[in-house]
């Protein structure tokens, strides 16, 4: 690996003795803290404009409601609340009143859940589905051999008009569950309103992609040889 590749997933210092967390810290040859100095002051600017900055506040106010016990010290501290109401608390502080929400068809019961949970706390709910516009998977050139339903019609996920939906219903903040890989990205690219994660898919093993890095030293070894096509 290049010395020079930013890379704070290889940094070898424990968290409270990084350069990122204490000025008396240290750093590696490709720590960004220390080498960067362009990139964070563009950063900086782009977070002092009023309505990046109270979403960043916001934020962080988020991240510090998520933990009971902090006036007991940080090794006291232990997690309080679920993404779920996290996301309700986080949408209430920006005072937003219209939420878009975009599923995987495969996580429907998941998804009417998360939906009645925010309409109860008042928001209104734009959502949308990975499959709407039935539109056949070979419009995007897809080979029969090369559906999940061979010799059956399937429609292909559309990202693009789950972004457009939203974005045409103006809605302020989005929560995406469950798209494919890649899907996740389109929507990302094409939806104006800011949006959140509240699941991520993995058919494996039932949404949680974090246990193959739990396990990647015993049953998941496999996937630290290169992959092969």
Known sequence: MDKETPGCARCPFEPQGRICQDDQGKGPPFCPTLNKPEVLARAQEELMKPEILEFALQASVQEADGYADRELGY???????????????FAGKM???????????????????VESVLASNGFTVVSGLCKMGRIPKETLGVRDDQKIRIGCFESMCNPIAQAYLLNEEKTEFNVMMGLCVGHDSLFLKYAQAP???????????GHNPLAAVYTIDSYYRSLKAPAQE
């Not at 090794?75 to 608390?89: G, S």
């Not at 005072?95 to 859940?113: D, S």
């Open 75 to 89: 090794a006291r501290t232990r997690p309080l609340k679920p993404r779920l109401q996290e996301i309700v608390e």
């Open 95 to 113: 005072k937003y009143t219209k939420i878009g929400l975009v599923f995987c068809i495969g996580l429907r019961r998941e998804a009417k859940v």
């Open 195 to 205: 949006t959140t994660v509240f699941a991520v898919k993995d058919r494996l093993l």
